[in-house]
């Protein structure tokens, strides 16, 4: 304090500054427009989105650096107060909890005078699914098989931490059917065990099939068959289009057998029987076509499979018994 005399009176300066004289936070104005917008709008179940959220004034100019806007999530976390830089822009990111559906993300002025809204897509569902059995060949022992399924969401993308179950007609999953998450990768991975008791019957062939769930609520899902080789051929082809031009299909012949083998290819459009192993063929037309193969031995025991696909070539796929 300062004690100054005046006229007989005591005067008492403070020296302590003015209340409200600290620089107050911006607020937005009557009439603000909001934008918002978050980068993916789809991400895993346990990802993360980009929030950007823009701010004009009532003339078109950006909001004051520093107005503040206020931030909420239906499910996940994402911070409750963020400022605009001097464009009007303000910048966070969205976590999602492992919880899948869609959610609503919505900001709002300090008055809430200026609100907006924009939905995330949390746990992508699958679109295709590939599995692919190693070996793809046993013995009438049996064996163990190792399961890899790779799961692509509808943009191609790899999704981690997805649901998937693997089925099988004859044998035992170490998994025991119930549900694997894919890793980081998309990659989902089981064993299926076959004992020479699960092949007593005499079977020819193990099916196993992957699904998963689609992003419109329905199942996805890929199979594979594991070959049992026993004393007759059996027939088993894969097929791809390995080029850019996907009416040109590449023919791989998974077949088994004791002896000299002889193949006998027919490739569904009315062209020449191919005895070649892995024959690549080309279609002009496009439309569904079923290819079928016939193996035989040297003894004159055959088998025959079969696949069906549609031109041009989305996918490859295997054959069936």
């Given at each position: 304090?300062?004690?100054?005399?005046?006229?007989?009176?005591?005067?008492?300066?403070?020296?302590?500054?003015?209340?409200?004289?600290?620089?107050?936070?911006?607020?937005?104005?009557?009439?603000?427009?909001?934008?918002?917008?978050?980068?993916?709008?789809?991400?895993?179940?346990?990802g993360t989105s980009t929030i950007t959220v823009v701010g004009?004034?009532?003339?078109?100019?950006?909001?004051?650096?520093?107005?503040?806007?206020?931030?909420?999530?239906?499910?996940?976390?994402?911070?409750?107060?963020?400022?605009?830089?001097?464009?009007?822009?303000?910048?966070?990111?969205?976590?999602?909890?492992?919880?899948?559906?869609?959610?609503?993300?919505?900001?709002?002025?300090?008055?809430?005078?200026?609100?907006?809204?924009?939905?995330?897509?949390?746990?992508?569902?699958?679109?295709?699914?590939?599995?692919?059995?190693?070996?793809?060949?046993?013995?009438?022992t049996g064996g163990d098989v190792s399961l890899l399924a790779?799961?692509?969401?509808?943009?191609?993308?790899?999704?981690?931490?997805?649901?998937?179950?693997?089925?099988?007609?004859?044998?035992?999953?170490?998994?025991?059917?119930?549900?694997?998450?894919?890793?980081?990768?998309?990659?989902?991975?089981?064993?299926?065990?076959?004992?020479?008791?699960?092949?007593?019957?005499?079977?020819?062939?193990?099916?196993?099939?992957?699904?998963?769930?689609?992003?419109?609520?329905?199942?996805?899902?890929?199979?594979?068959?594991?070959?049992?080789?026993?004393?007759?051929?059996?027939?088993?082809?894969?097929?791809?289009?390995?080029?850019?031009?996907?009416?040109?299909?590449?023919?791989?012949?998974?077949?088994?057998?004791?002896?000299?083998?002889?193949?006998?290819?027919?490739?569904?459009?009315?062209?020449?029987?191919?005895?070649?192993?892995?024959?690549?063929?080309?279609?002009?037309?496009?439309?569904?076509?079923?290819?079928?193969?016939?193996v035989t031995d040297s003894n004159n025991n055959a088998s025959?499979?079969?696949?069906?696909?549609?031109?041009?070539?989305?996918?490859?796929?295997?054959?069936?018994?």
């Amino acid at each position: 304090m300062n004690y100054r005399a005046v006229a007989g009176l005591l005067l008492v300066v403070s020296l302590l500054p003015v209340a409200g004289c600290d620089k107050a936070t911006p607020v937005a104005p009557s009439g603000t427009i909001l934008t918002i917008s978050a980068n993916p709008s789809q991400i895993a179940l346990n990802g993360t989105s980009t929030i950007t959220v823009v701010g004009r004034k009532p003339d078109g100019n950006p909001l004051n650096p520093g107005t503040e806007i206020r931030l909420t999530a239906e499910r996940g976390t994402i911070p409750s107060i963020v400022t605009v830089d001097s464009s009007g822009t303000a910048t966070t990111t969205f976590h999602a909890d492992g919880r899948s559906g869609d959610v609503k993300v919505s900001a709002a002025t300090g008055g809430g005078d200026a609100k907006a809204e924009t939905s995330i897509t949390v746990g992508n569902g699958a679109k295709t699914i590939t599995l692919q059995p190693t070996p793809t060949t046993l013995p009438s022992t049996g064996g163990d098989v190792s399961l890899l399924a790779v799961i692509r969401d509808s943009s191609g993308q790899l999704l981690p931490n997805q649901g998937v179950n693997f089925t099988t007609d004859l044998g035992t999953l170490a998994s025991g059917g119930k549900t694997v998450n894919t890793n980081s990768q998309g990659v989902a991975k089981d064993t299926l065990r076959v004992s020479s008791t699960d092949l007593l019957n005499n079977a020819t062939a193990v099916h196993v099939t992957v699904q998963s769930a689609g992003s419109d609520g329905a199942l996805v899902s890929a199979s594979a068959t594991i070959q049992v080789v026993t004393g007759r051929p059996v027939a088993h082809f894969t097929y791809d289009a390995p080029g850019s031009d996907k009416r040109q299909v590449q023919f791989h012949n998974m077949s088994t057998g004791v002896g000299t083998l002889t193949y006998q290819w027919d490739f569904g459009d009315g062209s020449a029987v191919s005895n070649e192993q892995n024959p690549l063929h080309t279609y002009t037309a496009d439309k569904q076509y079923t290819v079928q193969l016939t193996v035989t031995d040297s003894n004159n025991n055959a088998s025959v499979t079969s696949a069906t696909f549609t031109i041009p070539l989305a996918t490859g796929g295997n054959s069936t018994p």
